[in-house]
């Protein structure tokens, strides 16, 4: 039995090495012409010989889960309500589960407040060191990064080039229907709409005017942090007169009281107590 199938593997090989050279000579040697746009003849379903594709001139199309380095959606640059939004909320579940570790993220912060703001201020991926693998766009909870079809990455240069930025992967979110459409199809089901769901959220809650509102007084903020810095001269003209006003009472009491103002007494009582609490807490897992 085993002799009978090397020998039908040797002939299977055999044919097809003789059909190559036979479907050259039936389609008249211009499989491969320059002046003939045959490509799709070649490797379509019904080809039949030599597989041979003249690249870089000629390249196959990337089937839709074909991976390699991950880029960020963001909202199409057209959007009425989002334009160029990050689809990242910077969770970091991304460069959690990258096994070689090559995914650097930078949370913003806001300006105004200081709170953390639910989007990148700087994102960077090694593509050196990536894998491919994709578990960084399988994890992520809100489909904000995707594996890219772009695979022509080589350059001379390693140190800058081969470190993509937050600019580099950041790329709208048309292109992915444009490279993985049933895919993309399919998110948009399980996601229920087209849209991020920080958009659905909104659009649910008539929130478009509500975030525009916030811009606006996130933005006013700013201007009001940068005036004073700006008229510093006369801030300093004005401050003896300022200093002659009585503070009021509530700055000084209750709530208005600034931090570690207890006496030395009052801290070392505090000390104390916490080094009790901590010998009784170890006294107990003893």
Request: a neutral charge; aromatic letters at 10%.
């Given at each position: 039995?085993?002799?009978?199938g ?20 039936r ?28 690249y870089?001139?000629?390249k ?6 074909f991976?390699?380095v991950?880029?960020?959606?963001v ?15 910077s ?19 806001d300006p ?12 960077f ?7 491919n ?12 990064i ?9 350059s ?5 080039s ?6 580099k ?30 958009a ?15 811009e ?26 300022a ?11 209750g709530?208005?009281e ?29």
């Amino acid at each position: 039995m085993n002799g009978i199938g090397f020998i039908k593997g040797m002939l299977l090989t055999l044919r097809h090495f003789v059909e190559s050279y036979v479907d050259d000579v039936r389609y008249g040697f211009k499989k491969y012409s320059p002046n003939v746009d045959n490509f799709q003849q070649r490797q379509g379903t019904q080809a039949a010989g030599v597989f041979t594709v003249q690249y870089p001139d000629e390249k196959v199309a990337m089937p839709e889960r074909f991976r390699f380095v991950p880029f960020l959606v963001v909202e199409d640059y057209d959007h009425p309500e989002r334009p160029g939004k990050d689809w990242c909320t910077s969770c970091g579940i991304c460069a959690k589960v990258c096994p070689p570790q090559c995914i650097w993220i930078v949370r913003s912060n806001d300006p105004a407040t200081g709170r953390p703001v639910p989007e990148p201020e700087a994102f960077f991926i090694d593509i050196d060191i990536c894998m491919n693998c994709g578990f960084c766009a399988e994890y992520c909870p809100f489909d904000a990064i995707k594996m890219d079809h772009d695979y022509e990455l080589a350059s001379y240069d390693r140190t800058t080039s081969h470190i993509f930025d937050k600019d580099k992967l950041s790329k709208e979110f048309k292109y992915w229907k444009t490279i993985a459409p049933n895919r993309a199809i399919d998110e948009a089901q399980a996601r229920g709409g087209w849209e991020h769901k920080d958009a659905q959220k909104a659009a649910r809650r008539g929130g478009g005017a509500a975030d525009s509102k916030r811009e606006e007084v996130r933005a006013r903020k700013e201007e009001e942090q940068k005036q004073p810095v700006a008229s510093a001269p006369v801030a300093q003209e004005t401050k003896p007169a300022a200093a002659e006003t009585p503070a009021p009472a509530a700055a000084t009491s209750g709530g208005g009281e600034k931090p570690w103002t207890d006496s030395e007494e009052e801290r070392e009582r505090r000390k104390q107590a916490a080094l009790a609490r901590k010998a009784a807490r170890a006294s107990k897992r003893e």
